[in-house]
């Protein structure tokens, strides 16, 4: 699909970019970023999906090896959550394709300010142990409904996966920010790849935009996730939330009144 942006547009989603890679790699909710800038700049909102998705990939990507060189996450331990996630954003990204866009319009806005209200007002939770669970079959029972469910949920729509995969980790897992964050950047690059496939299919995701951003994404990434290892990542929450709720009301406000 073609669509032109002038080059002071450009530069601006590049920004936000960096920013939402960084707050992504720490915390996550990048999405919650991205998505509404997108939308800002013109963009339909399955082009949106679909170009964030190419977009977010890359900062995904990036994070998800930061932390698997430091030992941060172990692959074969996650083997479960890794197939149910696939199999739920396949499924997310199947149905958002059949749901039409003035409905997608409205939803959508409204959808992000839910997320950036709950991610305010919930509490995060306390660090418990620097090590994986035990493996039984509660676990693994967990892992495939963890991945089912926030891998629909990436598929479906997106922003804030990052953060629900590292708050949910916490709770069930007992682990601390540093694991759980770990495991919530490689999920999160499984969800954004398979998502990706789809829309590339559909015809729902702008090159030039995408790779743009993505590059832009890659070094807000890097240097979150580095900075996330060394520092932890509460200190960004107040500017992030702050920022994610004025851009939500705005495209809640263009949509309904």
Known sequence: M???????ILLALAAVAFLAGFVDAIAGGGGLLTIPALLTAGLPPHLTLGTNKLAATFGSGTASWAFY????????????????????AMVGTLA??????????RVLPLLILAIAVHTLFSRSPKEEQHQLPKPTRTIHRRQWGQGLAIGFYDGF????????????SMALYRMNILLSSGLARSMNFVSNATSLGFFIGLGYVHFGIGISMGLSLMAGAWLGAHSAI?????????????????MALKLAWDAWL
């Open 157 to 168: 729509a997106g922003p804030g996966t990052g953060a629900f995969w590292t708050a949910s």
């Open 2 to 8: 073609e669509l032109a942006l002038s080059l002071d």
């Open 230 to 246: 060394r520092f932890g990542g509460r200190f960004i929450r107040p500017v992030f939330i702050t920022v994610v709720m004025v």
């Open 69 to 88: 060189r430091k030992k941060l996450f172990d692959p074969t331990f996650w083997k479960r959550s890794f197939v149910g996630t696939f199999v739920g």
């Open 96 to 105: 958002v394709s059949a749901i039409s866009v003035d409905w997608l319009e």
